[in-house]
């Protein structure tokens, strides 16, 4: 059972900037595909940014230009850097994972149903 664990939420003015980081047990990290996903109240939970191979990323187009996916082979460790926030981007972000290393995922990396490993969530709240 892969595990997840999120961290680096917090509250931050509009145009500020924060870092997420998802530590992933060996177990996940062994599978390239990987992502962040946020989930407003009341609504689905959609993909933001993800890897879709070894190197390939895709984001959202909400993000696009402001968001930065990245990890660290060596921590298992995956990040998301977020900068010039807007509140419209006040959600719970969750980091994604699954253990398919022989599976492309290739062009849905934003899927949820392309994951079957989750963390508990980290909240990003933005003001104005």
């Known amino acids: 059972q892969a595990q997840l664990v999120e961290s680096g939420g917090g509250s931050v003015e509009s145009g500020g900037s924060l870092k997420l980081t998802c530590v992933a047990s060996e177990s996940s990290y062994s599978d390239p595909c990987m992502a962040w996903f946020r989930q407003f109240p009341g609504k689905e939970r959609e993909g933001v940014a993800a890897f879709e191979g070894v190197i390939r990323t895709t984001y959202a187009d909400s993000v696009k230009g402001r968001f930065t996916i990245s990890k660290d082979n060596v921590k298992n460790t995956l990040y998301l850097e977020m900068s010039n926030l807007k509140p419209e981007d006040t959600a719970m972000y969750y980091c994604?994972?699954?253990?398919?290393?022989?599976?492309?995922?290739?062009?849905?990396?934003?899927?949820?149903?392309?994951?079957?490993?989750w963390g508990q969530g980290t909240q990003v709240t933005v003001s104005s």
């Open positions: 994604a994972s699954r253990d398919l290393p022989d599976s492309s995922c290739y062009e849905r990396g934003l899927s949820v149903t392309t994951y079957s490993y």
